[in-house]
């Protein structure tokens, strides 16, 4: 059975998991992942004066997460994801 985009983000928060999915280009892709805070980089966001920062709208079809072994945020679309272990 296939996992919703909200079932995937709840496990990757409390777990890092390795997800199978197949990229743009058709080739299939394993990753170790993670959206425990623990894991994920500081944010350090130190707003400009009079500059307006753009705010990313939400696709409900992709999950962007933090690779582990290659340390950087990556993203896949929920319904190419093959396994999630």
Do not use: Y
Request: some cysteine.
């Amino acid at each position: 059975m296939k996992m919703t985009k909200d079932e995937i983000t709840e496990t990757l928060r409390n777990n890092v998991k390795v997800v199978t999915f197949t990229k743009a280009d058709g080739t299939e892709r394993v990753m170790k992942c993670t959206l425990m805070p623990e894991h994920l980089p500081e944010q350090v966001a130190v707003p400009e004066p009079g500059v307006e920062h753009a705010v990313r709208k939400q696709n409900d079809n992709v999950c962007s997460v933090w690779d582990i072994e290659k340390e950087g945020w990556r993203s896949f679309r929920v319904d190419s994801v093959k396994m999630v272990e």
